[in-house]
């Protein structure tokens, strides 16, 4: 079993539909999450961290539940500027090798006009 | 734009060869971790550097080594390429290793092994 798994994908979508990406992951250990978002040929960027209470950044949405080693994204209203590859990402721990961010393969969004 | 720079952009080299790729980590940051992105994947971790020592290391073979300089510059040597090498190498920066500190990538350096 792969330690972060995603929705394969990809997600085509109108514009401002609501989309929601789920990610699941393995290491209970874990102790931070994430979601970047990757442009076409382009280096990954932090979208947003994700935490227990949930946080919401303008229309982005992000729960985790560390029962169920479940972590999701919504997009709310969603822009052609949105068109990306999402990374579902968690990092072990604190320090040392623990402090690495392990990365899902990532869904792709298109959202058309 | 991170401040993070790699360099080269592109490369292209065939199998056995050796190759040396460089980052640059944003001012104040002391650690760089390397990843390889192969298409259609998320990135994986290689290794990560603090203050100029290896500080964690992935699944990935000796032939992946690096090296951490006093600016907190960095870099990856691969040795004896193979095809499987091809892949998009980003370097991240983090103010520390430790906590979840952001980490900042750079723009990647794309090899092709032919």
């Known amino acids: 079993r792969k330690e972060v798994e995603q929705d394969p994908g990809p997600f085509n979508v109108p514009e401002g539909a609501t989309v929601a990406f789920n990610c699941t992951y393995s290491n209970s250990a874990s102790q931070s999450f994430f979601w970047y978002r990757q442009d076409c040929r382009k280096e990954p960027k932090l979208l947003m961290s994700?935490?227990?209470s949930g946080n919401e950044d303008g229309r982005f949405t992000a729960q985790l539940n560390r029962a169920s080693q479940y972590i999701s994204l919504l997009i709310r209203d969603s822009k052609l500027s949105d068109s990306a590859t999402y990374l579902c990402?968690?990092?072990?721990?604190?320090?040392?090798?623990?402090?690495?961010?392990?990365f899902g393969k990532g869904t792709k969004l298109s959202v058309k006009p | 734009e991170t401040g993070v720079t790699q360099s080269p952009t592109h490369l292209i080299k065939t199998r056995g060869q050796q190759v040396t790729l460089r980052c640059s980590s944003q001012s104040g940051h002391n650690t760089v971790s390397w990843y390889q992105q192969a298409l259609g994947q998320g990135p994986q971790f290689i290794f990560q550097?603090?203050?100029?020592?290896?500080?964690g290391r992935g699944n990935f073979p000796p032939r992946f080594s690096g090296l951490q300089f006093p600016n907190y510059s960095s870099e990856l040597n691969v040795n004896a390429l193979e095809l499987d090498d091809s892949a998009l190498y980003l370097c991240?920066?983090?103010?520390?290793?430790?906590?979840?500190?952001?980490?900042?990538f750079g723009p990647g350096t794309r090899l092709t092994v032919l």
């Open positions: 990402v968690v990092n072990r721990g604190y320090g040392g090798s623990q402090g690495n961010l392990i």
């Open positions: 550097y603090y203050r100029e020592e290896e500080n």
């Open positions: 991240a920066s983090s103010l520390t290793s430790f906590g979840a500190n952001e980490q900042f």
């Open positions: 994700v935490y227990s």
